[in-house]
């Protein structure tokens, strides 16, 4: 498929004989302008560039996944930009943040103008100058060429304005003219961060950090920062996607009606953070992208081969859009550190725009199995970030394995913690077979001990993270994702509990305590209490007595767990 046949039948876009799009209706809504833009960034900023340069660098799935990771390989040939669009004219005087005002015949701040304006060569003219002073000075004259016969505040010469756009620094800005219509009001704009500010206010308010207590600000700032950045879509990364998910924070905060987009030389991903519907309490995320498709799968393949859906059939290339929920720090949650997860994925059709649902091409658990069991037989081809500083190529020695096994665990951890029990079982027979092969453990206790007592504690957090998830599970009265009764819940629970206190000396403390806190809330059930544990014996069913045996019990075995824990705090 042709680049420029792209989107030609979308119903949004009108697709001009050099390839250019433009609006098909006027643009009168925020959603209908950002629709609009996403088409031509998918166009001009992945699919242009995707057919003009050699080894475009496709992105893996599992880089959509959280949590993120910050990419150490910048592409400079390929587009970046930044952008903002405001639901509302600009007053620049009274804006946070600065940029380089472009004009039009209708500028919010003149007098209201005719049909005819008077104005129109000079602000041509200065708009002009204004693009050519950001601009790298062979491109200046293509610049005045393609934009002679343009309006260059117009959306509908944006197609042509992102070609360039796409390689200056700073972002570009929409806003509403004095008519209500959007134009491209900015460019060489710079977004404010504040970020030493909402960074410790965050801190503060998840009770990560203390007033005063720098020692808790020291361990909890890089998880805080981490976390922060993720409710954005990105990973600690560049200063360009910083300041956009602290811009976009501050304006949700602020009320505004907003879209900000972000594409990353590093990433080759369009984040796009959109203010929601009232009440929420961040942004929506999206991220759009060109995938190879991986699964073999016939339900997966037949759906988009007959529909047309790769951008190339032959590698299998695929316009995707993922977008994600956003979830509240809790700091009793066993996947506490969990900021972000895929809430959908989408397929684009290069011919009409449209979204197709329900195949999943970034949590393919057939895939991932098939991947891991690649690390660990040497076989796997491909890269990987080792502790967010090392970047390691294929796996062909074990200490390349165990590395890529360890950023393999740190990106599926809290994954991991909520798998079935049979896909669970799945990886942890690879990884058995692996960590604990008789004819590797010279080496693994010899020469590599460092790295895979690494690897096997990220693999014992998990393992033990899966108990605990059971018990907050159990809280709600779900057990292996049906509904129990109370007599199954408090049967399970003292039964997952005896089993934890033979073994809870190995326990990280952070999941002990989480195990205690969960087993407190059970104990707390008012319903529990009030039906069960405060009646009289002779009121109670036979089911009834067991209840209040086992509640008993708990009592006994959570104290015997509080016990334990003051021993090893103490020691």
Partial sequence: MHWQSLFSHAPEVRCLEDGTLAPAHPLCTLTELARFIELVHMKYCLAKPYAETPDYPLVDPRELLPSFEPSLFEYAALPGFSMVIFDRPLSPLDEVFQYDILRTCHDPDAAPAGDFCLLEENIHRHNQEAFERHLPKHQREAFREATSALSIADPAAYSTLIQFLGHMDRAHVFSRDSRGEFYLSGIYASFPSDLDTELKRFGLKIKKFQPGNNRLYVANREFVYQFLMELYGYPISSERKTSAAIFARRLHKMGERFCIKVLGQSDRTITTLMSAEPGRPYPQVT?????????????????????????????????????????????????????????????????????????????????????????????????????????????????????????????????????????????????????????????????????????????????????????????????????????????????????????????????????????????????????????????????????????????????????????????
């Fill in 287 to 571: 991220k759009t992208c060109l995938v190879r498709l991986e699964s073999r799968s016939a339900e997966a393949l037949n759906p988009l081969e007959q529909g047309g859906y790769f951008l190339d059939p032959q590698r299998r290339v695929l316009l995707v859009r993922i977008t994600y929920r956003q979830h509240k720090y809790d700091p009793n949650n066993v996947r506490q550190e969990r900021a972000i997860s895929v809430l959908r994925q989408e397929i684009i059709h290069p011919h009409t725009g449209q979204a197709l649902t329900g195949i999943n091409l970034i949590k393919d658990s057939y895939t991932m199995v098939l991947k891991l069991n690649d690390i660990v037989r040497g076989e796997f081809m491909g890269r990987v970030l080792y502790k967010g500083r090392e970047v390691v190529e294929n796996t062909e020695t074990h200490e390349k394995r165990l590395k890529f096994l360890h950023a393999w665990l740190t990106k599926h951890q809290r994954r991991m913690v909520g798998y079935s029990d049979e896909f669970y079982a799945s990886i942890t027979k690879v990884l058995d077979s692996y960590l604990f092969n008789k004819d590797y453990l010279d080496i693994f206790s010899a020469q590599l001990h460092d790295v895979y007592q690494e690897v096997w504690k990220l693999y014992s957090f998990i393992q033990q993270a899966r108990r605990v998830k059971q018990l907050q599970d159990l809280k709600g009265r779900l057990y292996r994702g049906k509904k129990i009764s109370y007599n199954e819940m408090i049967t399970l629970t003292v039964k997952i509990i005896t089993e934890f206190k033979f073994e809870a000396v190995n326990y990280f403390p952070e999941l002990m305590d989480k195990a205690i806190h969960f087993a407190e809330q059970i104990l707390s059930d008012r319903y529990l209490v009030k039906k069960y544990v405060s009646r009289k014996d002779e009121d109670l069913t036979p089911s009834g007595l067991h209840i209040k045996k086992y509640y008993g019990r708990l009592v006994g075995l959570v104290d015997e767990l509080n016990a334990i824990r003051r021993i090893r705090t103490t020691t």
